[in-house]
């Protein structure tokens, strides 16, 4: 399986902070991936790396293969990216927007680009400015989409939109997918929104990624454990998270249990309950991180 | 060739079943009732996902299940269509109802009420493994 995008050891520090560290992941061509994380986790700064609008500081990455070049313009036309921004101009109207597509994308599909707005009843002769936000959305989207891009970048692309114009979104994005064969990568920190469109998911988190892989190992991957409290450590398991109670403990690890005792019980978690999972555990690390940087007189314990 | 569609499909999404699994489990109840019968043919990947907003991967591995399942058939180039029916019930069908009735009388009779007995049937499902 080629890869769409791939990056090796990616960063990118502003001034102090590091937007992004040490990224290195891979999304296969044709799959729909899903990047999910805390706000701040780097998810924007990922996907802008991707579509070649900022320079990494370290590392590379990769579209189909070629390593982009912020200098080039080679892999913009292979390239859709839809930002929460949506830079739209709100003087023009949706037939001048559709122009504007025409004249700036030499593979540009005029006629799917006028299906899609018809088929969602946005009137081409209305100012963008006057469009609701999901109607804008959407313009955006058909924009993007109707240059023909092998690869779609999207940045929240539902984040501000009521349900049901998120649902309407996903409807065009998906029917597109299926037509084209698109890849498509993008964020959100919904994780209900992504699992249905998903195949697989990327979890963002303290800048780094925590996990990779297919919606359906990871659901299969990881399990929920209850056992009285005190209890050993189940054995052949990664313990992502932990909360316990005076007499409960809940655990949720990744990987099969073995030689549980009679007292455990084990429960499959939904995709939510892993993320949060995951998210919770890298927020702990952080806290530890900060304690023991900010006491280090301490010593060992 | 625009007939009408044969079957809506909708997704549960708070049931934990995969996306996959709830739809050929809606066509294999379309089935079990007659509304889908053989020769019909089941939308196309792209109307689905027009319509439910999922993954085409998922709607296309469905499809292969139920291809797999003896239950449709793909014709290159015009779509997937329903090779056989599923209303016929079991022999044994009414022989458990009855053991099952005979069950719930004893868990009735032993003081458990409807929640209790429902708990009691899940986790009997869970403990003796499932069959796809």
Redo the contacts between chains.
């Keep these: 399986m080629t890869a769409a995008l791939e990056t090796e050891g990616l960063g990118r520090r502003y001034r102090t902070n590091w937007g992004l560290r040490d990224c290195t992941l891979s999304v296969p061509e044709g799959s729909i991936t899903g990047l999910v994380g805390p706000n701040g986790a780097g998810k924007s700064t990922l996907l802008r790396l991707a579509a070649g609008l900022s320079r990494p500081t370290t590392g590379t990455v990769s579209i189909f293969g070629r390593v982009v070049d912020p200098n080039s313009v080679d892999h913009l036309g292979r390239v859709g990216y839809f930002d929460q921004l949506r830079p739209l101009y709100a003087s023009f109207r949706v037939k001048e927007m559709l122009t504007f597509g025409r004249r700036l994308n030499p593979n540009w599909d005029d006629d799917a680009a006028h299906r899609w707005l018809e088929d969602l009843d946005i009137p081409l002769n209305q100012r963008i400015g006057k469009l609701s936000l999901g109607q804008q959305a959407e313009v955006a989207l058909t924009v993007c989409m109707g240059k023909r891009p092998d690869l779609l970048l999207l940045d929240e692309p539902v984040a501000s939109l009521d349900p049901l114009a998120r649902r309407q979104l996903l409807q065009t994005l998906m029917g597109t997918v299926a037509e084209r064969g698109t890849t498509v990568f993008l964020s959100s920190h919904i994780v209900s929104e992504l699992e249905p469109v998903c195949d697989r998911l990327i979890i963002l988190s303290a800048s780094r990624v925590q996990l990779s892989d297919s919606v359906e190992s990871i659901l299969s991957d990881h399990h929920l454990l209850v056992g009285p409290r005190p209890a050993p450590a189940p054995a052949g398991v990664e313990v992502i998270s932990s909360t316990e109670t005076g007499r409960q403990s809940t655990l949720l690890v990744r990987g099969a249990p073995t030689g549980l005792g009679p007292t455990w019980e084990t429960a499959q978690p939904d995709l939510d309950a892993i993320v949060l999972a995951y998210l919770e555990g890298t927020s702990i690390q952080a806290r530890q991180g900060e304690a023991a940087a900010g006491a280090p007189s301490e010593g060992p314990r | 060739m625009a007939a009408e569609p044969t079957i809506q499909f909708r997704?549960d999404?708070s049931s934990?079943v995969?996306?996959y699994r709830q739809l050929v489990d809606q066509v294999r109840q379309a089935l079990r009732l007659g509304i889908l019968r053989p020769g019909d043919q089941l939308p196309t990947?792209?109307d689905v996902?027009?319509?439910?907003?999922?993954?085409?991967?998922?709607?296309h591995r469905a499809y292969r299940d139920l291809e797999h399942q003896g239950l449709t058939e793909g014709r290159p180039g015009s779509g997937t269509f329903i090779r056989r029916s599923l209303s016929k019930v079991p022999e044994e069908q009414p022989a458990l109802l009855r053991q099952l009735e005979q069950w719930i009388s004893a868990a009735r009779a032993a003081g458990l009420g409807d929640e209790a007995i429902a708990a009691l049937v899940a986790q009997a499902m869970r403990t003796s493994g499932r069959k796809t």
């Design positions: 997704l999404r934990g995969p996306a990947v792209r996902v027009k319509q439910v907003a999922i993954n085409p991967n998922t709607v």
